[in-house]
């Protein structure tokens, strides 16, 4: 990357970046992860004129240590005989110096608490998690600590000459777009790839990438950066209040699309807890054929299966497909879980596994106009405008992990086999 002056990037197992070597082998960063891939510490290393600056931050649960002073460490770091570019060399002799990291900051319900200053930092962020402000409290006033604004993909702009919009080693203001560390490099770093905000894409490849073909393995955040939330460097996701609003998301995005290619789309409905309230958000859908499809029973880490949605595609006087197909109950008892479709007159109906119940709950999807019981005149819009969901965050969103669903498959009319043996036969669907 000659335009940031990185000469080397090396690997660990897990495809993860742990040394960087930058300018001529003046600086270097180095990571420590732990077997799972969660960070553990980073090793900066500077050397200019003669002078060398190193720092050392480590992860623990949240909590932050990092090096009181820079230069006093790069000075004891160069008597004992290290070099940039041998970070590898750094970790040793710190060690060795028993040298002691100092506590900086935790995260709260709010922002952070900050070690240093004992004092609270509150933040506000916008519908996606940025951080666009970090204040606290200054007697009766509010002091403004850092502030933020970004390009679409996350490149910081400073918007006038009030703005003040900081980075320091061990700093709580290093947290700024969709709440992820901003590094030394240029960087944020998402818990599985880096993000290059310049260029709006990762560096790494998507540890997904073979159950996503029809993503780009350095996509971010499905390239729907104004409405949707990159999960840990792995899929984006917009949340709802409720399994019916995201199923009705899912029949407006793909109903229109459903009709006029007249191929089912199928998708998972998931739960996540933000902020200690459950959410819903569905996969990115899998196209089938006129008269099935499927998908597998699987959701991103931290997230239940809740759900199963799909569509019926366009009106065929020969089918019944304004109404639960016999394979799609079927399919929801064997894997019990309950389940919505949107049919072509423009219904969005659900399925209760548990009392064997049928019911309307909407009928204000696109329909097809050639359905002589169409409930309303929406188009079929194969490109509909994308919704940013029910989400409105507090101001720091704390995702909790629940345990994730065992791996199943549901099979809806009739079928195809797993998403994983079958992925040449997919259309491409409109990312959500």
Same mark, same amino acid.
């Given at each position: 990357?000659?335009?940031?002056?990185?000469?080397?990037?090396?690997?660990?197992?897990?495809?993860?970046?742990?040394?960087?070597?930058?300018?001529?082998?003046?600086?270097?960063?180095?990571?420590?992860?732990?077997?799972?891939?969660?960070?553990?510490?980073?090793a900066y290393i500077s050397?200019?004129?003669?002078?060398?600056?190193?720092?050392?931050?480590?992860?623990?649960?949240?909590?932050?240590?990092?090096?009181?002073?820079?230069?006093?460490?790069?000075?004891?770091?160069?008597?004992?005989?290290?070099?940039?570019?041998?970070?590898?060399?750094?970790?040793?002799?710190?060690?060795?110096?028993?040298?002691?990291?100092?506590?900086?900051?935790?995260?709260?319900?709010?922002?952070?608490?900050?070690?240093?200053?004992?004092?609270?930092?509150?933040?506000?962020?916008?519908?996606?998690?940025?951080? =666009?402000?970090?204040?606290?409290? *200054?007697?009766?006033? @509010?002091?403004? !600590?850092?502030? &933020?604004?970004?390009?679409? +993909? $996350?490149?910081?702009?400073?918007?006038?000459?009030?703005?003040?919009?900081?980075?320091?080693?061990?700093?709580?203001?290093?947290?700024?777009?969709?709440?992820?560390?901003?590094?030394?490099?240029?960087?944020?770093?998402?818990?599985?790839?880096?993000?290059?905000?310049?260029?709006?894409?990762?560096?790494?490849?998507?540890?997904?990438?073979?159950?996503?073909?029809?993503?780009?393995?350095?996509?971010?955040?499905?390239?729907?950066?104004?409405?949707? =939330?990159?999960?840990?460097?792995? *899929?984006?996701?917009? @949340?709802?209040? !409720?399994?019916? &609003?995201?199923?009705?998301? +899912? $029949?407006?995005?793909?109903?229109?699309?459903?009709?006029?290619?007249?191929?089912?789309?199928?998708?998972?409905?998931?739960?996540?807890?933000?902020?200690?309230?459950?959410?819903?958000?569905?996969?990115?859908?899998?196209?089938g054929t006129q008269a099935?499809?499927?998908?597998?029973?699987?959701?991103?880490?931290?997230?239940?299966?809740?759900?199963?949605?799909?569509?019926?595609?366009?009106?065929?006087?020969?089918?019944?497909?304004?109404?639960?197909?016999?394979?799609?109950?079927?399919?929801?008892?064997?894997?019990?879980?309950?389940?919505?479709?949107?049919?072509?007159?423009?219904?969005?109906?659900?399925?209760?596994?548990?009392s064997n119940s049928k019911?309307?709950?909407?009928?204000?999807?696109?329909?097809?106009?050639?359905?002589?019981?169409?409930?309303?005149?929406?188009?079929?819009?194969?490109?509909?405008?994308?919704?940013?969901?029910?989400?409105?965050?507090?101001?720091?969103?704390?995702?909790?992990?629940?345990?994730?669903?065992?791996?199943?498959?549901?099979?809806?009319?009739?079928?195809?086999?797993?998403?994983?043996?079958?992925?040449?036969?997919?259309?491409?669907?409109?990312?959500?």
């Open positions: 990357m000659p335009d940031k002056m990185i000469e080397e990037i090396h690997y660990n197992h897990l495809n993860l970046p742990n040394k960087f070597i930058i300018n001529n082998q003046s600086t270097s960063n180095s990571y420590l992860y732990r077997a799972d891939g969660t960070k553990l510490h980073k050397s200019s004129n003669g002078v060398m600056y190193a720092t050392s931050t480590e992860y623990l649960d949240g909590f932050h240590y990092a090096t009181s002073n820079g230069n006093e460490l790069g000075a004891m770091y160069a008597e004992a005989g290290g070099t940039a570019y041998e970070p590898e060399a750094f970790m040793q002799i710190i060690q060795d110096m028993g040298y002691q990291n100092q506590l900086k900051f935790v995260p709260t319900a709010e922002g952070f608490y900050d070690f240093e200053n004992n004092e609270y930092i509150y933040q506000y962020k916008d519908h996606l998690g940025n951080v =666009r402000m970090s204040y606290k409290k *200054e007697g009766n006033d @509010l002091l403004v !600590t850092d502030s &933020n604004d970004y390009y679409p +993909f $996350g490149m910081s702009f400073i918007r006038n000459a009030e703005e003040v919009a900081y980075f320091g080693t061990g700093s709580y203001k290093n947290y700024k777009y969709q709440g992820q560390e901003l590094q030394e490099t240029g960087f944020y770093s998402f818990k599985w790839r880096n993000y290059m905000p310049d260029v709006g894409r990762f560096f790494n490849i998507d540890p997904l990438a073979e159950k996503y073909p029809t993503w780009a393995p350095y996509v971010f955040s499905g390239n729907r950066v104004v409405d949707a =939330r990159e999960l840990e460097g792995l *899929e984006p996701h917009v @949340l709802f209040n !409720t399994r019916e &609003n995201a199923a009705a998301n +899912f $029949g407006k995005q793909y109903n229109g699309k459903s009709i006029k290619q007249n191929q089912e789309y199928i998708s998972i409905i998931y739960s996540r807890k933000v902020e200690g309230k459950l959410y819903y958000a569905y996969k990115n859908p899998v196209g099935k499809a499927n998908v597998t029973v699987d959701s991103p880490e931290g997230t239940s299966v809740v759900a199963a949605v799909h569509t019926h595609g366009k009106y065929l006087e020969a089918f019944a497909n304004n109404e639960f197909s016999k394979t799609d109950i079927n399919g929801y008892e064997r894997v019990n879980f309950d389940g919505f479709v949107i049919t072509p007159d423009g219904s969005l109906k659900y399925y209760d596994v548990s019911k309307i709950l909407r009928t204000d999807m696109p329909s097809d106009p050639n359905d002589p019981d169409r409930k309303n005149n929406i188009p079929p819009n194969e490109n509909p405008s994308p919704s940013s969901g029910d989400y409105k965050p507090d101001l720091f969103p704390s995702l909790q992990k629940t345990s994730p669903s065992d791996k199943k498959q549901v099979v809806l009319d009739d079928g195809l086999k797993s998403i994983n043996d079958k992925k040449k036969e997919f259309v491409e669907p409109k990312i959500n």
